[in-house]
């Protein structure tokens, strides 16, 4: 069975079904962080005392820098396709994935040294809340690498039997994508620089 | 955009490496400030401020929702209301004294 309105919009909505899921997803989304966001909020009101100057500052600026790359990398594998030259696509998508993989990397070597010095969720309610935060988002930086990876990989041979369709799979890969990056440019004030 | 319109998407180029440029300069600009040492509402304000034009940056050119349809305008909507009502959980619990009279 054909899956319908994957390049043609629907009548109903005006967009091919995919991009309404996604962002349908994406809202979900917004209040899943949103709930983590609120429970920050409180916990910060309620502390007696805010811990200033535990995280890398540098690192973090330097992930945020990687990730607003990887945002236009992604973008870009996007009008590539949509240009139809598919060789640009792969380069801006394998970049993308290396950008996460940059991002993971560094966020590893932050973890590693708040381990060793032994703070950990335990420690204090700081660092309960930075290790949910960060490693849910973490977490969906590797989903967004998991999926970037297919498209690049098997998913594009696509592109040869139905390019408008692999465009919109591209697309709504990188609507995720730049959500995660969203995230992310929020989380750095709140968590490093307040 | 139609697909295949190359020269209408090379504009659109133009526009996502201006948003780039622009989102590294609104981050150094964001540390920047934080080493000033504001009062914390400023620093807070400050700071949120300047994420959430950073974050508008990447919502309408990179997820294109500058000129998307009315339908996934409708449901981001009802996403900021209910995302909204959300956030100001916090100040009921604050002005609630019935909490804070119970809280051991």
């Known amino acids: ?194 | 955009m139609d697909f295949g319109d190359t020269q209408a998407i090379k504009k659109h180029v133009r526009v996502y490496v201006t948003v780039f440029i622009t989102l590294l300069a609104l981050t150094l600009i964001t540390v920047a400030i934080s080493r000033l040492h504001l009062n914390v509402p400023l620093a807070i304000a400050v700071a949120l401020f300047i994420a959430a034009v950073k974050g508008s940056l990447v919502a309408s050119y990179f997820m294109h929702l500058i000129s998307e349809k009315k339908v996934i305008y409708a449901a981001l909507i009802l996403t900021v209301v209910f995302f909204a009502a959300l956030m100001s959980l916090p100040l009921f619990h604050h002005s609630n004294p019935i909490i804070e009279h119970n809280v051991p």
């Open chain 1, 1 to 194: 069975m054909d899956i319908p309105y994957t390049v043609t919009p629907h009548p109903e909505t005006g967009v091919f079904n995919a991009k309404a899921g996604i962002w349908l997803f994406l809202a979900s989304e917004v209040m899943l962080f949103g709930a983590l966001f609120t429970t920050y909020i409180l916990l910060r009101i309620g502390a007696p005392e805010w811990p200033h100057g535990e995280l890398d500052v540098a690192l973090a600026t330097v992930n945020t820098a990687v990730l607003i790359t990887s945002s236009i990398t992604m973008v870009m594998a996007w009008a590539s396709l949509m240009m139809k030259s598919f060789g640009k696509f792969r380069l801006y998508l394998g970049l993308t994935i290396l950008l996460g993989f940059g991002f993971l990397i560094i966020k590893y070597f932050e973890y590693s040294h708040h381990i060793r010095m032994g703070d950990l969720p335990g420690k204090n309610t700081f660092f309960a809340i930075y290790f949910t935060l960060t490693g849910l988002h973490g977490l969906h930086v590797i989903g967004g690498m998991i999926v970037n990876s297919y498209m690049w990989g098997p998913g594009s041979k696509m592109w040869k039997t139905e390019p408008a369709r692999f465009t919109n799979r591209i697309e709504v890969a990188g609507l995720y994508w730049h959500f995660v990056d969203l995230v992310w440019i929020f989380l750095f004030p709140v968590l490093y620089l307040l």
